[in-house]
């Protein structure tokens, strides 16, 4: 079982990015995705949610309305993207992959460093 994260980077207040999570070696369809971070110092903080059929999506306080987590289930892959960054969202953040039947099977990625600074 594998989760690979991409996309992180340095970018701009007001920027914008696109993570990406690709997994492998289970049924990518039937699990749940979230995306969580964690900033330097700080607790790892849940970010959003997509059910593995895609329909529900939700999304912490501080991240509404400006962060989009969507799935490819013919690609493996989940997405979140992020747009008017604040340096407040500088974190590294980590995909996390949730049997929907049950709490047993969980998977983690190994993280990718998002900076949002000028």
């Known amino acids: 079982v594998q989760l690979v994260e991409s996309g992180g980077g340095l970018v701009q207040p007001g920027g914008s990015l696109r993570l990406s999570c690709a997994g492998s070696?289970?049924?990518?369809?039937?699990?749940?995705m979230r995306w969580y971070r964690q900033a330097p110092g700080k607790e790892r903080e849940y970010v959003a949610l997509?059910?593995?059929?895609?329909?529900?999506?939700k999304y912490a306080n501080s991240v509404k309305d400006r962060f989009t987590i969507s799935r490819d289930n013919a690609k493996n892959t989940a997405y979140l993207e992020m747009n008017s960054l604040k340096p407040e969202d500088t974190a590294v953040y980590y995909c996390?992959?949730?049997?929907?039947?049950?709490?047993?099977?969980?998977?983690w990625g190994q993280g990718t460093q998002v900076t949002v600074s000028s």
């Open positions: 997509i059910s593995s059929t895609e329909g529900s999506k």
């Open positions: 070696g289970f049924t990518f369809s039937n699990y749940d």
């Open positions: 996390n992959a949730r049997f929907r039947f049950s709490n047993d099977f969980d998977y």
